[in-house]
């Protein structure tokens, strides 16, 4: 537990159509999912007001790279999401591998019985929850803060 930051988390796996958040409980034992937020113009306002009610240490966001670990359009979307989010919100972002989360999350809905048809309005929480539970079981098994931060831009605060 040397390594471990105290604190809630934010998981966010950003997509094209919605954004899955999820959440930490402050001692980083579990992740659990928050809501599945569609995605617009607005969607950094709800994320906002999600992260005023839970105070976060950080977000936690996906970084979707492909399987040789190279970027892909997403990936640059969500480094464009993460940036954002953490210019209006002053929080801080880590950018985490999400490689496999996304399938992870589907396997697990399939293995309680659902559809993906059924499964849509839900997998992107659970996407989340899986990106955030890999990123507070690295730090507490390493000590170190998983994946890398995104310098706060001087000008904008």
Known sequence: MSGYRRGV??????????VGVARS???????????TVPRSETSIDRLLEIAAEHEPLEFVVGLPLNMQGVDTPSTADARDFAAELQTRSGIAVR??????????????????????KNSRSIVDQVAAVVLLQQAIDT???????PGSTIPFDEESR
Do not use: F, N, Y
């Open 139 to 145: 730090e507490k098994s390493t000590g170190t803060a």
């Open 9 to 18: 988390r934010l998981g966010i796996d950003v997509g094209k159509a919605r």
């Open 95 to 116: 950018m985490v591998d999400e490689r496999l989360s996304t399938v992870a999350a589907h396997a697990a809905l399939r293995s309680s019985g659902r559809t993906q």
């Open 25 to 35: 409980d402050p001692d980083g034992m579990l992740a659990v999912p928050v809501e």
